[in-house]
């Protein structure tokens, strides 16, 4: 195999951990996809292969009667990723000229955009205003995340 792409998603809850992991600082964002329509998408494109990655202890696999079909590999990590919840998709292939692989996501496939909740108040709302003019998105939910300050929470906690 010459080439391996891949993309990885998580099927769990947004968390601190991939804040601070994949997009530590005010420029990321997570968009969460409706699952079924995408998983419906990419099975129709030949090639591809998808499924959660499965963790795995290291006394697990130092253990004598341990197989890992080689087919498994891309979908396998170590324990201490576990709460990562990953869930990938792959291609590989043999063409010497290829560098890229791009899969054509329809917007209609987006349930939520959530920003950074380290970016600036005034440029979220610049962006948000901005992403509501694409055409095919102004229904859906562009919000700002509320994990390191959630009003919701804080209410609970105020002293009367």
Sequence with gaps: MKNLFAVCFT???ETIHHW???SDGPSGCVI???AKNLFKL???IPGLRHKKVNYVKLRDIEHKDFEMDTEEIPFTKRWPYRC?????IIVENNDDNLSLFEIEVPLSIINKITISQQMPKQI???IKANLNKVEG???KRINRSTLYENARWLRKFKTK
């Design 137 to 139: 998105h102004e229904s």
């Design 32 to 34: 969460e996809f409706n």
């Design 20 to 22: 601070k992991t994949f």
């Design 124 to 126: 979220y709302e610049t």
């Design 42 to 44: 990419i099975d129709e």
């Design 11 to 13: 099927h769990g809850d």
């Design 84 to 88: 990562e919840e990953e869930y990938r």
